[in-house]
């Protein structure tokens, strides 16, 4: 059974900067998503298992960053410059099939956890 384990989830001021965390109990190819209250989730970063190719969001581009460690089976989203816009749950997702932006590609999700970004 793959288990996918969010943290980093808070409250931050425009502006500010967090880090989520999704830690793996096997290496793939990961994600992140979010989701607004009743609004289906939407894609925001991919990574490949090696770390080689990640994607982004049109909306998160130059502001957050997809890493991972794989000795640590950690896959990292480093958002800075948050808006009020980014407000939402985030989901970690693993082992892809198909296009990397669409939910029904992926396995494997975690619990999700919240960003709020106050203005």
């Known amino acids: 059974q793959v288990r996918l384990v969010e943290s980093g989830g808070a409250m931050v001021q425009a502006g500010g900067s967090l880090r989520l965390s999704c830690v793996a109990s096997e290496r793939f190819v990961s994600g992140w998503f979010l989701q607004y209250p009743g609004i289906a989730r939407e894609f925001v970063a991919g990574i490949s298992t090696g770390g080689g190719t990640t994607d982004y969001a049109d909306s998160v581009k130059g502001r957050f960053t997809i890493s991972r460690d794989n000795a640590k089976n950690t896959v990292y989203l480093q958002m800075n410059n948050l808006k009020p816009e980014d407000t939402a749950v985030y989901y970690c997702?693993?082992?892809?099939?198909?296009?990397?932006?669409?939910?029904?590609?992926?396995?494997?999700w975690g619990q999700g956890t919240q960003v709020t970004v106050s203005s």
């Open positions: 997702a693993a082992h892809a099939s198909g296009s990397w932006y669409y939910t029904t590609s992926w396995m494997y």
